[in-house]
């Protein structure tokens, strides 16, 4: 696990200088925005950690709406 923090971090610094020297700072956000959660899922599928995947939180959050949108139970 800690291989893989050290890669994402070393790989991270890399485009963070690429960007900033640029001058992309939106895609700074947007990187971390993609990295953060690329990471987590990676370390939570070697590790072998029960975590919900992104499907049952979209799930989760587009339910209740289609169910008040279109009326099904």
Do not use: H, W
């Amino acid at each position: 696990m800690a291989g893989i923090i050290i890669i994402t971090v070393i790989y991270s610094l890399f485009q963070i200088i690429y960007y900033l020297r640029k001058g992309y700072i939106k895609e700074i956000i947007v990187f971390f925005l993609l990295i953060t959660p690329s990471v987590f899922y990676l370390i939570v599928y070697i590790k072998d950690i029960n975590a919900p995947k992104p499907v049952d939180i979209v799930e989760f959050i587009f339910n209740p709406v289609s169910r008040l949108i279109f009326g099904m139970p």
